[in-house]
């Protein structure tokens, strides 16, 4: 049983270092993704304008 089970995992081993090394480059386009939008978002909003003539109640 531990020569089966240690050829499975011999299988094994190289496809999950693989898969993290896929989830972590997924977490990285969607930071890179997410921070993007962020930027957009902030140049697309005009900055209020603080002046004597421009302020609210």
Do not use: C, H
């Amino acid at each position: 049983m531990d020569g089966l089970f240690g050829s499975v995992a011999e299988l094994f081993s190289p496809e999950t270092t693989n898969y993290r090394n896929r989830l972590r480059e997924i977490e990285e386009e969607m930071q890179a993704e997410y921070e993007k939008e962020n930027r957009l978002q902030e140049t697309e909003q005009p900055k209020p304008t603080n002046n004597k003539w421009s302020w609210g109640k």
